[in-house]
């Protein structure tokens, strides 16, 4: 179950199935490949990673050879958003539903904290059982859907205790070992498990994700906060998002609905083979493109009123006030709106991240492709003198205006350069006023008349007005030579 990452002096560690506390990475080899082409062109044990795989307990990580540092990320509204998994399939996100909460209900007694956990963290849980003992998981089930329930258990003595559902069925036997057990729930109006003698087990792990297959574990803590990691061709992303709201009701499998709308660019998009016809703010027919193909259609209301007829069938469908899609985002009775996602990590230079006045910062970007920027031209993302990505430093921005589609566009200070392909190695390298930027084994801009000190903030604009996809993203202290460079961007 255990795997490791080694890293000069420290190993970096994830479970498959457990979150800890420097998150789930689910492409370790991603972030080795990237470690070992640093180190075959560049000699230095300096690197400071920000790993793009790793969720976290509200926090992403930027991992050094002997330390990491936190990276407070925030997503405030997380009900109903989603990520595109790496099987290439929408997934809500996070999955797991409930606080893991266990309440006693009957001949049992409940002790938190109580013994060391799976992820060597005295967060356990203890149960001791009288006899015929009834626990309850804090969630409030919806009847119609189907929950797989799941957990760690363990015996604190030397007997063995079978774990069964209210209806009697045996999920497993807790022993001596940590083990992951689950079971299937529908239709019922409270989640519960017995423990038919007394007993007394340690639970840890508690998680309920919709559907019959057991998810890997994700912390339901501050579960809002976990980052969104997409995929894309294969490529996982750490995906930034302006903040949007899905304008259909009940929008998993939606039936025909009227919609106020205004006078603007709207973006519909849908999964399945069915059609929706858009008529009086707007008129047009959209067929889709398949079960598990999404289909996207951008256009401008003239009208208030805008009509959606749905025949056939039609899933996970989005309507938007944008000149683009985002992660689908799912509803219910109202409309649902997603918090844009948000990070930031202070006191750079202070650890050592980045120089007083040189270093260099890598980036590579994937779906670099050419957008309309939605509002003013903030920063998405930055390293700069001050926090939420502004004053003087080296920035990412949307397009070039909120009119014009075009990619993504990198300036430091007085000099700016938009970029020129769908997935970019951007570098920037400086040393006191001078500063270089590289794109894709190409220099783009040499500017030697750059306040290049005081760069302590690293993060991005909260919220964002424009997407981005990081896959990854380091640090250097020290500046880099224009031949390092250009071996470190080549695609």
């Given at each position: 179950?255990?795997?490791?990452?080694?890293?000069?002096?420290?190993?970096?560690?994830?479970?498959?199935?457990?979150?800890?506390?420097?998150?789930?990475?689910?492409?370790?080899?991603?972030?080795?490949?990237?470690?070992?082409?640093?180190?075959?062109?560049?000699?230095?044990?300096?690197?400071?990673?920000?790993?793009?795989?790793?969720?976290?307990?509200?926090?992403?990580?930027?991992?050094?050879?002997?330390?990491?540092?936190?990276?407070?990320?925030?997503?405030?509204?997380?009900?109903?958003?989603?990520?595109?998994?790496?099987?290439?399939?929408?997934?809500?996100?996070?999955?797991?539903?409930?606080?893991?909460?266990?309440?006693?209900?009957?001949?049992?007694?409940?002790?938190?904290?109580?013994?060391?956990?799976?992820?060597?963290?005295?967060?356990?849980?203890?149960?001791?059982?009288?006899?015929?003992?009834?626990?309850?998981?804090?969630?409030?089930?919806?009847?119609?859907?189907?929950?797989?329930?799941?957990?760690?258990?363990?015996?604190?003595?030397?007997?063995?205790?079978?774990?069964?559902?209210?209806?009697?069925?045996?999920?497993?036997?807790?022993?001596?070992?940590?083990?992951?057990?689950?079971?299937?729930?529908?239709?019922?109006?409270?989640?519960?498990?017995?423990?038919?003698?007394?007993?007394?087990?340690?639970?840890?792990?508690?998680?309920?994700?919709?559907?019959?297959?057991?998810?890997?574990?994700?912390?339901?803590?501050?579960?809002?906060?976990?980052?969104?990691?997409?995929?894309?061709?294969?490529?996982?992303?750490?995906?930034?998002?302006?903040?949007?709201?899905?304008?259909?009701?009940?929008?998993?499998?939606?039936?025909?609905?009227?919609?106020?709308?205004?006078?603007?660019?709207?973006?519909?998009?849908?999964?399945?083979?069915?059609?929706?016809?858009?008529?009086?703010?707007?008129?047009?027919?959209?067929?889709?493109?398949?079960?598990?193909?999404?289909?996207?259609?951008?256009?401008?209301?003239?009208?208030?009123?805008?009509?959606?007829?749905?025949?056939?069938?039609?899933?996970?469908?989005?309507?938007?006030?944008?000149?683009?899609?985002?992660?689908?985002?799912?509803?219910?009775?109202?409309?649902?709106?997603?918090?844009?996602?948000?990070?930031?990590k202070v006191n750079m230079i202070t650890d050592g991240i980045v120089g007083?006045?040189?270093?260099?910062?890598?980036?590579?970007?994937?779906?670099?492709?050419?957008?309309?920027?939605?509002?003013?031209?903030?920063?998405?993302?930055?390293?700069?003198?001050?926090?939420?990505?502004?004053?003087?430093?080296?920035?990412?921005?949307?397009?070039?205006?909120?009119?014009?589609?075009?990619?993504?566009?990198?300036?430091?200070?007085?000099?700016?350069?938009?970029?020129?392909?769908?997935?970019?190695?951007?570098?920037?390298?400086?040393?006191?006023?001078?500063?270089?930027?590289?794109?894709?084994?190409?220099?783009?801009?040499?500017?030697?008349?750059?306040?290049?000190?005081?760069?302590?903030?690293?993060?991005?604009?909260?919220?964002?007005?424009?997407?981005?996809?990081?896959?990854?993203?380091?640090?250097?202290?020290?500046?880099?030579?224009?031949?390092?460079?250009?071996?470190?961007?080549?695609?």
């Amino acid at each position: 179950m255990l795997t490791t990452l080694q890293y000069d002096n420290a190993i970096y560690s994830h479970f498959a199935n457990v979150a800890t506390n420097k998150g789930i990475v689910e492409q370790p080899e991603k972030l080795n490949y990237d470690i070992q082409t640093l180190k075959r062109i560049v000699n230095t044990n300096n690197v400071t990673f920000l790993s793009t795989s790793a969720y976290s307990r509200s926090k992403l990580y930027l991992l050094k050879n002997n330390a990491n540092y936190t990276v407070t990320y925030s997503r405030t509204s997380a009900s109903g958003d989603t990520r595109i998994n790496s099987d290439g399939n929408v997934e809500y996100f996070p999955y797991n539903l409930c606080s893991g909460t266990l309440v006693a209900i009957a001949a049992t007694t409940i002790t938190t904290n109580y013994s060391t956990s799976p992820i060597n963290v005295n967060d356990a849980t203890r149960i001791v059982t009288t006899g015929y003992g009834i626990t309850q998981i804090s969630f409030t089930p919806v009847l119609t859907k189907t929950y797989t329930v799941s957990m760690w258990v363990k015996s604190n003595t030397a007997s063995t205790y079978q774990i069964q559902t209210l209806a009697g069925t045996i999920i497993n036997t807790a022993d001596s070992n940590w083990k992951r057990i689950s079971f299937i729930s529908t239709g019922n109006s409270d989640i519960r498990f017995v423990i038919p003698t007394a007993s007394d087990v340690s639970v840890w792990g508690v998680q309920i994700n919709e559907g019959t297959i057991m998810m890997p574990y994700i912390n339901a803590d501050n579960s809002q906060h976990i980052p969104r990691i997409n995929y894309t061709n294969n490529k996982s992303a750490i995906r930034i998002l302006p903040q949007r709201t899905n304008l259909i009701l009940n929008s998993d499998t939606p039936s025909t609905q009227t919609i106020t709308v205004t006078a603007s660019t709207y973006t519909l998009s849908f999964y399945g083979t069915g059609t929706i016809t858009l008529s009086n703010a707007f008129s047009a027919t959209v067929v889709g493109d398949g079960v598990n193909t999404r289909k996207v259609f951008t256009f401008t209301s003239t009208g208030t009123s805008l009509v959606l007829t749905i025949t056939g069938t039609v899933t996970k469908a989005q309507l938007e006030l944008s000149n683009y899609p985002t992660n689908y985002i799912g509803s219910t009775t109202t409309a649902n709106t997603r918090t844009g996602d948000y990070f930031i990590k202070v006191n750079m230079i202070t650890d050592g991240i980045v120089g007083s006045s040189t270093g260099s910062m890598f980036m590579h970007i994937i779906n670099n492709t050419s957008l309309i920027r939605q509002g003013s031209l903030f920063p998405i993302l930055g390293l700069s003198t001050g926090a939420n990505a502004t004053g003087n430093g080296i920035f990412v921005s949307g397009g070039v205006s909120n009119t014009t589609s075009s990619r993504l566009i990198i300036s430091v200070e007085n000099a700016t350069h938009t970029t020129t392909a769908d997935e970019v190695k951007l570098l920037v390298t400086w040393a006191n006023s001078s500063i270089s930027v590289f794109e894709n084994g190409v220099k783009v801009i040499n500017n030697s008349s750059v306040t290049t000190t005081n760069f302590q903030y690293f993060g991005t604009t909260s919220p964002p007005q424009h997407p981005l996809d990081i896959h990854g993203l380091w640090f250097l202290p020290s500046t880099l030579t224009d031949s390092e460079c250009i071996s470190l961007t080549q695609l």
